[in-house]
C-alpha cells in the first residue's frame, strides 16, 4: 500500500489540489447567485439617443434601444462575462437613428432570442439594414415579435406589460414615427419602470385613457389593469417639450425621471420639460450629466447605484 501511495503520490496531490479549486468554484457559484437577487437596470449614456441594460434577478439580459452609434458595444461588453455572445431580449421602440443605430450593431455581434419591435415602415438607409439584420437573427433563430398593447413578457420574476401601440402596425408608414414607439413598463415587485419612447402629448394621452377606460371595465370583469402609476419615467423624447404633460406625469407619479440626453441642437431637455418634471417634485437623472445611471431594486426597495 505505502509503494502504492509512493508511486503515485504526484497524483495525489494533483487531485486535491482539484477538489480544493471545485470547492472554490462551488463557492463562487453560490455568491454569484446571491448577488442575482436584484434586478439591474442601467440607462447607459450614449449621448443623443436611447439605451438601457437591464439584468433581470435570473440573470436574463435585456436591451431596450441602442443609442445613434456603437458607443453601446463597449458597454455591453463591460456587463456581460466574455463567452456569453446572446441576450434574452431586445426591444426596438422605434425605427429611428438615435435608438436603432447602436442596437443594430448588437445584434450584428450577438445571438438575440426574442427581438419585439413597432414593425413600422420607413425608408431610410439605417431601416433597410436593420431589415436585413432581422433576416440574419431570423435565420438565426430569433422570435421576432411585433409590439402590442396588452402583451405582457415574463422574464423570470420581471414582468414587462406593453401599453403601445395600440394595434399592429407591422409594414404600416406611419407619419409620425415618435408616436409608434413601443411603450413598455418593467414591474418587479414592488418597483416599476415606465419606458417610453418618444411618444408626444397625443399617446401620452391616449395611455391615460386606456388605463382608465380599463380600471372602469375592470370593475365588472376583474381584469388586470396596468397602472401607468411607476416609479421610475425614462423621460419621453429626450425632454421634448411636446412630451412628458403635466397630466401624463400625474398619472405616472414618477419619484425619479431619467432624461436620456446628449449634445444636441434641439434643445433637449426643454426648461417646459424640466419645469413640469420639477413642479411634480421627481428627481431629474440626466446621462449628459451623470454619465450611466444604475438602479439596483431587491423587489422592495430601490437604490441608486453610483
Ligand atoms: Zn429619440
Not at 430569433?142 to 405582457?152: L, M, P, R
Amino acid at each position: 500500500m505505502s509503494n502504492f501511495l509512493e508511486k503515485y503520490r504526484k497524483w495525489v496531490y494533483v487531485f486535491i489540489i482539484i477538489l480544493i479549486c471545485l470547492n472554490f468554484f462551488a463557492w463562487q457559484e453560490v455568491f454569484y447567485l446571491y448577488q442575482l437577487e436584484n434586478l439591474k437596470v442601467e440607462f447607459f449614456s450614449v449621448g443623443q439617443g436611447d439605451s438601457a441594460f437591464i439584468i433581470t434577478p435570473q440573470n436574463h439580459q435585456i436591451l431596450i434601444d441602442g443609442g445613434p452609434d456603437s458607443t453601446v458595444v463597449n458597454k455591453i461588453a463591460k456587463q456581460m462575462p466574455f463567452w456569453d455572445r446572446s441576450l434574452d431580449l431586445v426591444i426596438l421602440s422605434h425605427p429611428e437613428k438615435d435608438h436603432m443605430q447602436g442596437l443594430m450593431e448588437i445584434l450584428k455581434r450577438y445571438k438575440i432570442e426574442y427581438i419585439v419591435w413597432s414593425g413600422v415602415k420607413k425608408y431610410t438607409p439605417e431601416y433597410l439594414e436593420w431589415l436585413k439584420i432581422l433576416v440574419k437573427q431570423k435565420n438565426n433563430k430569433a422570435k421576432i415579435i411585433t409590439a402590442q398593447v396588452g402583451q405582457e413578457i415574463k422574464a423570470g420574476s420581471l414582468m414587462i406589460d406593453i401599453l403601445n401601440p395600440k394595434e399592429n402596425l407591422f409594414g404600416k408608414e406611419i407619419k409620425e414615427v415618435n408616436d409608434t414607439s413601443v411603450v413598455a413598463k418593467l414591474i418587479y415587485g414592488k418597483n416599476s419602470f415606465l419606458f417610453v419612447g418618444d411618444i408626444g402629448f397625443n399617446i401620452e394621452k391616449q395611455l391615460i385613457m386606456d388605463s382608465r377606460h380599463c380600471e372602469e371595465f375592470a370593475v365588472n370583469d376583474a381584469i388586470q389593469c396596468v397602472s401607468l402609476n411607476s416609479d421610475v419615467l425614462k423621460v419621453a423624447h429626450h425632454g421634448s417639450k411636446y412630451s412628458t404633460s403635466e397630466e401624463f406625469l400625474q398619472a405616472v407619479l414618477p419619484n425619479i425621471a431619467v432624461i436620456e440626453v446628449g449634445k444636441n441642437s434641439y434643445g433637449h431637455p426643454t426648461p417646459e420639460a424640466i419645469s413640469r418634471l420639477q413642479n411634480i417634485g421627481a428627481q431629474i437623472l440626466r446621462t449628459d450629466q451623470l454619465g450611466d445611471i444604475v438602479f439596483i431594486s431587491d423587489g422592495q426597495n430601490l437604490f441608486l447605484s453610483k
